[in-house]
């Protein structure tokens, strides 16, 4: 009885002992996906030329708007002498005569310089040269006489003041100083104008006007300057007999509009 209560509970053991048994299953692996980095991408210059070489007539990343500091400019003008002959007497052989003279306007090309101490300062410097006819008007018993003609070359330098530096538009103002030679110097050769000299002149002046960057380093210029200056002449017969002497305030306004580049 004993054997066969032990073999009972032995053979009861053996089948409960998997059915309460327990397995540990491994712990499934999680793969984790990590976030792609993007490489960079390169930024591209829309205004620049595929080629990298920005071309005379365009506006590039690295074109400069505007002029300032160390720009230095030539332009080419036309350019409108307009003399005033605000105030003028005439003597023949000292003796008042009565009359005034009159001067003929000019349009002709004019090459300017122009440097920038400053964003705002620069001087330029122009060289033009104009014919101008030469007349007495209103002369007593005489009317009108023709006195003659004669070339000028009037350099003038002027400092201005740029109020809109590194901009598009940049108007300015200004001040400076002429001198005026009178060359190739032609009589009209009647009884009284047989020889004909004018004298040297200069005086101060001011001007106007304003820049605009049209594209890449080309600008286009627009200028007022008014000069003053009070010319000498004197005509005379050939034998020197009579002499004729003039004192005219000359003083022409000059206009000027043209293109211009910046190195």
Known sequence: MKFNAFALAAA???VATPAFAQVTAPAPQVMVSA??????????NIHAPASGHCGLFQTCANTRIGLGKGDFIVRLSAL????EDRDSSLRLNGAHLGGRVKTTRQVMPELTFEYFFTDNVSVDLIAASTRHEIAAEGVPGLGKVDVGS??????????????????????????????????NVSPAGGP???????????GPSVNIGFDYQV?????????????????????QNNAETTKITAHD?????????????RF
């Open 12 to 14: 009861v053991g053996t």
């Open 35 to 44: 976030p792609m980095t993007a490489a960079p991408v390169p930024s591209v």
């Open 80 to 83: 409108g002498v307009m003399p």
């Open 150 to 183: 004669a070339w000028v070359l009037p350099p003038t330098v002027t400092f201005a003041w740029h109020f809109r530096p590194h901009k598009r538009f940049n108007p300015y103002v200004g001040v400076g100083a002429t001198l005026a030679w009178f060359h």
């Open 192 to 202: 009284l104008t047989q020889k004909l000299n004018v004298g040297v002149t200069g």
């Open 215 to 235: 594209v890449g380093n080309w600008f286009f210029n627009f200028d007022v300057k008014q000069m003053f200056m009070r010319v000498h002449a004197w005509a």
């Open 249 to 261: 305030s000359l003083d022409p306004t000059v206009v000027g509009a043209g293109i211009e580049y």
